[in-house]
């Protein structure tokens, strides 16, 4: 009551800091007036669209849960707001974990391993977000519990999970530890992953690509894998081993749900087009672009700076282009944004 707004200078730090500093060309998506708008034009930003306009000057939990809902439409890469936890849980109720979100910080609580260490660190998270040199994962959003605050309390309650910066240099860490793995255990928590996406989807059919990380995936879930084919596996059993375009097709005549999981070819970073030609353009396109799952070892990764793709069909190759980036697991809930290429545009 009384306080002056500490948020719009908060974001203006970061945002000037952005444009002195690394001023990449990205195209933003904001609200009207002091909800984003002005902020963006005071920074010196002039290459973005508003894309919401709240009833009332006095904005609300809606209008940031709104707003967060018109940016999905755009299919937005990266969701960047000015807060504390409650702005934090605001922004998850609408986008749960389908993007990624980054807090610059200007709230009275701030436990949530959403938010960068300063605006200034902020600034510096889009410039590595958008050139790939960052790790997406699960994290915490947390928040007092107000009404054990009421009664004298201090209790941190856990609101929920978002996508987030999980580089623990840049961005407050919450519960998340940080351990070195070996491969082998690395490929465990991919496994794990992988079954626990099954057990999230058990309408849809799982196709396995072929290659070594795959394979011990499928082995380590308990199924027979055919390291250089296709395998398709149902509510946990494997249904057709060795598939070719055909047979592939047909079960997804059978199956209209499937989720596809590929691993990319060594340093060439291909996940289509190269020693899997089963998957054609006819079949990526029953299957569906977002049902990909992309599965790779950080050591593999890092000698693959760019997803390739060549599905020998243009159309389909642009496709992949516009999505531009693709969330790699590297984990068991840990994601690796990497940037896409295609050979036929």
Not at 12 to 35: H, R
Not at 134 to 144: C, P, S
Not at 280 to 306: E, F, H, M, Q, Y
Not at 321 to 343: C, D, H, P, S
């Amino acid at each position: 009551r009384g306080a002056i707004p500490v948020a719009p200078d908060k974001a203006l730090e970061a945002l000037k800091e952005f444009v002195e500093q690394y001023n990449d060309d990205i195209q933003w998506f904001t609200c009207s007036g002091l909800m984003g708008e002005e902020i963006l034009r005071k920074s010196g930003i002039s290459s973005f669209e508003v894309v919401y306009t709240p009833e009332s000057s006095e904005t609300s939990a809606d209008d940031t849960k709104n707003a967060c809902r018109c940016f999905l439409e755009k299919e937005i890469k990266l969701i960047v707001f000015c807060g504390g936890d409650g702005t934090a849980r605001d922004v998850v109720a609408a986008v749960g974990t389908k993007v990624p979100i980054l807090g610059i910080p200007s709230g009275v609580k701030m436990h949530s391993g959403v938010f960068a260490i300063n605006p200034r660190v902020a600034a510096r998270i889009i410039h590595e977000f958008i050139h790939n040199r960052l790790t997406v994962g699960d994290v915490e959003i947390m928040d007092l519990d107000e009404e054990r605050y009421r009664r004298g309390e201090w209790n941190i309650k856990l609101f929920g999970i978002a996508k987030g910066i999980v580089e623990p240099t840049y961005v407050q860490v919450g519960k998340v530890s940080f351990e070195v793995l070996s491969e082998k255990e690395i490929k465990d928590e991919i496994a794990e992953h992988i079954k626990e996406e099954m057990e999230k989807h058990p309408d849809h059919v799982f196709f396995f690509g072929s290659g070594g990380t795959i394979d011990y995936i499928a082995r380590k879930l308990g199924f027979s894998n055919t390291l250089l084919g296709i395998d398709a596996v149902y509510r946990g059993e494997t249904i057709a081993k060795d598939l070719d375009e055909k047979g592939i097709l047909e079960v997804l005549d059978r199956y209209t749900k499937a989720k596809l999981i590929l691993s990319p070819i060594g340093a060439q970073g291909f996940i289509l087009g190269r020693g899997n030609l089963q998957l054609s353009p006819r079949v990526i396109r029953r299957i569906g672009l977002d049902n990909i799952i992309v599965v790779s070892t950080p050591s593999k990764l890092a000698a693959t700076p760019l997803i390739r793709v060549d599905t020998g069909d243009r159309e389909l190759d642009k496709e992949f282009a516009e999505k531009e980036l693709l969330l790699v697991v590297i984990g068991y809930r840990l994601m690796r944004v990497v940037r896409i290429q295609t050979n036929n545009i």
